[in-house]
């Protein structure tokens, strides 16, 4: 599990904020955030706030910690998150998170979800894990491989 570092990203980050879960580390986002929710959000949840909105910095710096966030190149912002904040980007770490909702996913038994998998899946893989907000069923399948193939391709795979 990735350390308690959390984010939230603002609307023009949303990609940056999926793979910040993808690698395990909580990143809220909501495409209708209202500036003034988002730092309201951020304060009471001890949030990072990540954007590259200047004026949302200016107001939101006062009350938070908040990112301004360089590039619009993914694999650069994730590399800048990364050595801003000290994180660790490890496989085992990754898709600990559920993408959807962001609660921390749960190992599940195979037969209690046998259900939600496609036949082609269950015959080659055992290991599930379920959201206990959102209820959706996860594996570490194709999807899996290919992102941690690009944090691998990127350089940002610590171990």
């Not at 500036?35 to 949302?56: C, G, Q, S, V, Y």
């Amino acid at each position: 599990m990735a350390d308690e570092t959390r984010f939230v990203a603002d609307v023009m980050l949303g990609r940056l904020g999926q793979y910040l879960k993808f690698a395990g580390y909580s990143c809220s986002y909501r495409r209708e955030f209202p500036d003034d929710e988002l730092i309201e959000h951020a304060r009471k949840e001890d949030r990072i706030l990540l954007t590259r909105d200047r004026r949302l910095i200016e107001r939101a710096q006062k009350e938070i910690d908040v990112l301004m966030v360089k590039t619009t190149v993914l694999p650069e912002q994730l590399k800048q998150v990364k050595d801003e904040y000290g994180l660790e980007f490890k496989k085992e770490n990754f898709f600990e998170r559920c993408p959807d909702c962001d609660c921390q996913l749960e190992k599940v038994e195979k037969e209690k979800v046998i259900d939600e998998i496609p036949t082609q899946t269950s015959n080659w893989l055992d290991e599930y894990q379920q959201c206990p907000c959102c209820g959706k069923v996860y594996w570490k399948g194709t999807h899996y491989r290919t992102i941690c193939e690009r944090f691998e391709k990127w350089g940002l795979l610590d171990g």
